[in-house]
């Protein structure tokens, strides 16, 4: 089986003689290596891992699919040095990460050679990052677990009083205690008429008496982010609360049994909010229906109204329609999918019933 940096270079050696990867999410992804410095250069014959003092012993006993070289005082000299040593002429930097600084100082100080802007690598590196082995799948899955363990222990806390920072601390605590390499964004925890805010900001409101609790959260474990929102009732809901959720997850149900390869990000938005249109709340259903989850908590694929491009095998997307009336109360549900070639498989294990605690 070829490797990442093999697959890569199969991708853009008729492009460009080498690549410079400088992104931290990018070169973890081609090394296996978490760092806040270095470059990664990519040639047919040969690839490279450059990095500093700090993490250089690491680096040497964890990368094993390209040559690490300690970073010398002068890096445009000890680049130029490699670049001339593989008859470089051009070079293909991430267009969606390189800075114009960053880019000026490379060409300032590497005059000899072509910097190749366009989307070429950054496209490369996406067809890659985009189907998911199962190896990564199966980080995911062990960084939903986490998630749901989070959840579960909250459900059996969670009451009349407790504030909307209380209630995040809670997740964000028991994933962390659990193995979280790190948390997938800043946990969400809304209560009342807060959850109307799709991506509101916990504070010090406390839950009250059937009251919807929504919570959007999740868990990093060796790289792999996790993804869901659950919103659950502390006490009875009323009947516009109970008819607001289930037309959220009839939609949800809907978009997951026609998430499949072949399907495009459009359509799949559309399944969901045809739902709701057809409802009556189109105009409250303001966002995406979805977005890709890997190394990082937005990537591509999409499930918009804007995404053309066809879902692939591999693919994991987030299914998350929501309903949000101002100032009474919101609901969304979120699970997320790994694409297959006939369907998806749910990797969110947490039932979209709604709970009533």
Known sequence: MKTRIETLINLISNKADCALITDAINRRYLTGMKSSAGFVLVFPEQAYLIIDFRYIEKARSLVKSCEVIEQEQ?????????????HVKTIAVESKHMTLQRLRNFQENL????????????????????????????KIKSAQALAEHAFHNLLENLHVGMTEREVALALDFNMRENGAEDLSFETIALTGSHTSMPHGVPDDRKIQKHDFVLMDFGAVVDGYHSDMTRTVCVGQPTEEMNYIYEIVRHAQDMAKKSAKAGISGKDLDAVARNVISQAGYEKQFGHSLGHGVGMEIHEYPLASP????????????????GIY????????????????????????NITNTLICL
């Open 325 to 348: 009336l101002p100032e009474k109360f919101g609901v969304r549900i979120e699970d997320f999918v790994h694409i297959t070639k006939n369907g998806c498989e749910n990797l969110t």
């Open 306 to 321: 804007g995404y053309h491009k066809i879902l692939e095998i591999g693919n994991v997307v987030t299914i998350e329609p």
């Open 74 to 86: 002068n890096l445009f000299a000890q680049l130029k040095i490699i670049l001339q040593k593989h």
């Open 111 to 138: 005059k000899d050679f072509e910097f190749i802007t366009s989307d070429i690598l950054s496209q490369s590196l996406y067809d890659l990052r985009t189907v998911k082995s199962q190896e990564e799948i199966q």
